[in-house]
């Protein structure tokens, strides 16, 4: 797959089968509509080409400077993007300049000048344009005009998306991993900077890294102790097996939600390193212990039942 993120230095794409979304979590709703694509480009010998934008749209347009909690962040959609076998994705920069043109500046200017498309395969409930005024009609008004084809995704495909995303967000967010890992298709992951801690783990004999999310729109699952393996490329380990923390440390009076993994069989010095962490299982949710006796007494049953969980 090669990724764009100057739309002024496009190739002419051969045949370009277009669809436009923000595609958060690739998901398995996301690739029905990646698999729909690909074979209306086999019947024209045509290309796949994915528009999507950064930062997210409500970033901009909500104007609040809240983060939009995401499943992705930019590289893990471009990572996932390219396991599913897109040929080309083209990251437009959002702007309040882009979303104020009008719908049928949308149309010629960006779509149909940029892009060149032989068919463009959308949602009947996509809007573009300012005010939101474009919408699936405008598209199929100008097919004539601009030489392109329009193709409806299917109702439940839509509803597909909608719900997975949903329930996706919502199921990290109480910790039900088992749910979201179902609608994903794949395991979720974030990565964070290993920074230093208060070292508290090791005196335990529970070493743990220490992580910094350096992106604020991504989603952080709920509080509490989950099963993961991790992966770190700068030294080439894949899936190591470990659990991790996530909350305010109530047993030594946390004052801050923090993120701490202990990764089994494993002391090296890893500080300014990133991890990449993949959640398996959640295990238990963060509670307060008399003392750090008991709290080390109930991670050693922990590890053990992170250790099952990850055979399984």
Not at 77 to 102: C, M, Y
Not at 270 to 286: A, F, M, N, Q, V
């Amino acid at each position: 797959m090669t990724v764009y993120k100057d739309i002024a230095s496009l190739p002419q794409f051969r045949n370009a089968i277009v669809t436009i979304g923000t595609f958060d979590g690739v998901h398995t709703g996301h690739r029905q509509i990646i698999e729909l694509m690909k074979k209306e480009a086999a019947l024209v010998n045509g290309e796949t080409v994915i528009i999507s934008f950064d930062p997210h749209p409500r970033q901009v347009i909500s104007g609040d400077n809240q983060p939009v909690l995401l499943l992705n962040s930019l590289e893990e959609k471009i990572d996932l993007l390219d396991k599913n076998g897109i040929d080309h994705l083209v990251i437009v920069p959002f702007t309040i300049e882009f979303a104020s043109q009008t719908a049928d500046d949308y149309i010629e200017q960006f779509l149909v000048n940029t892009f060149k498309p032989h068919t463009i395969i959308i949602g009947h409930d996509h809007r573009f344009g300012k005010n939101r005024s474009g919408d699936y009609e405008l598209l199929e008004l100008r097919a004539t005009k601009y030489h392109y084809k329009v193709k409806e995704i299917p109702g439940y495909m839509l509803q597909n998306i909608t719900i997975s995303s949903t329930k996706i967000r919502q199921a990290l967010q109480q910790c039900n991993i088992d749910v979201a890992n179902k609608f994903l298709g794949y395991d979720y992951f974030f990565s964070g900077k290993v920074i230093e801690g208060n070292k508290l783990g090791r005196t335990i004999g529970y070493p743990t890294a220490n992580l910094q999310i350096e992106d604020d729109n991504k989603l952080i699952p709920g509080n509490g102790v989950y099963a993961v393996t991790i992966s770190n490329k700068q030294r080439a380990i894949d899936n190591k097996k470990g659990m991790m923390n996530i909350g305010m440390r109530p047993t030594v009076n946390g004052t801050k939600r923090t993120i701490e993994v202990n990764i089994f069989d494993f002391d090296e010095d890893i500080y300014g390193e990133i991890l990449t962490i993949s959640i398996k299982k959640h295990l238990r949710s963060e509670v307060k212990f008399n003392g750090l006796e008991e709290l080390k007494d109930q991670l050693a049953k922990d590890k053990i039942a992170a250790a099952e969980a990850l055979t399984d």
